[in-house]
T-cell receptor, first 117, second 112 residues
Framework: GAVVSQHPSRVICKSGTSVKIECRSLDFQATTMFWYRQFPKKSLMLMATSNEGSKATYEQGVEKDKFLINHASLTLSTLTVTSAHPEDSSFYIC?????????????FGPGTRLTVL | AQSVTQLGSHVSVSEGALVLLRCNYS??????LFWYVQYPNQGLQLLLK??????LVKGINGFEAEFKKSETSFHLTKPSAHMSDAAEYFC??????????FGAGTQVVVTP
């Protein structure tokens, strides 16, 4: 299957700082990338959908000014958590989907564990 | 709108025994259904998916699932559990835009 990477895998930051998480599709072009958040022992919650070259679409209840998403190329999307607070601590997972169909398989990255002190 | 219900948040099976994970879905359109596995502190790996065609779908690691429209179910099975099957399993349904709606997950524990 296709490979999606995330960087960093773990990050610890102080409250009030901003953190950027990168999601890359390594061996295919991803026209659409998704960002999820997963709380401990919980399911994945879709935060936003990003399409290359356009603004991200955020799910209801997700603050777009706090979670900035950029999808500047067909292989890279970034999620920036701005002015992070302890309640933003979570496991963030991205997924990427190729061009062929909106119902094609999403390939998931390994996740990024964010801890805000 | 789509939704997924996974029956049983925890399942314990003996090594070599049948693994059965239940998933029921709700969808206003013909569903695309997926099973993913997640190992601790990792992302999700696709086990198998159903889009159209044959209702019995075979996936990786010996898993298979059967789409039953009349029962709105997509249960996951494996004839013989292995210790390496211990993980969290998620059933998901895709809408027409390709957005996935996940179930709550089922934690599988395999005992020797």
């Amino acid at each position: 299957g296709a490979v999606v990477s995330q960087h960093p895998s773990r990050v610890i930051c102080k409250s009030g700082t901003s953190v950027k998480i990168e999601c890359r599709s390594l061996d295919f072009q991803a026209t659409t990338m998704f960002w999820y958040r997963q709380f401990p022992k919980k399911s994945l919650m879709l935060m936003a959908t990003s399409n290359e070259g356009s603004k991200a679409t955020y799910e209801q209840g997700v603050e777009k000014d706090k979670f900035l998403i950029n999808h500047a190329s067909l292989t890279l999307s970034t999620l920036t958590v701005t002015s992070a607070h302890p309640e933003d601590s979570s496991f963030y997972i991205c997924s990427a989907r190729g061009e062929r169909s909106s119902t094609d398989t999403q390939y998931f990255g390994p996740g990024t564990r964010l801890t805000v002190l | 709108a789509q939704s997924v219900t996974q029956l049983g948040s925890h399942v314990s099976v003996s090594e070599g025994a049948l693994v059965l994970l239940r998933c029921n879905y709700s969808s206003s359109v013909p569903p695309y259904l997926f099973w993913y596995v997640q190992y601790p502190n990792q992302g999700l790996q696709l086990l198998l998916k159903y889009t159209t065609g044959a209702t019995l779908v075979k996936g990786i690691n010996g898993f298979e699932a059967e789409f039953k429209k009349s029962e709105t179910s997509f249960h996951l099975t494996k004839p013989s559990a292995h210790m390496s099957d211990a993980a969290e399993y998620f059933c998901a349904v895709s809408d027409s835009w390709g957005k996935l709606q996940f179930g709550a997950g089922t934690q599988v524990v395999v005992t020797p």
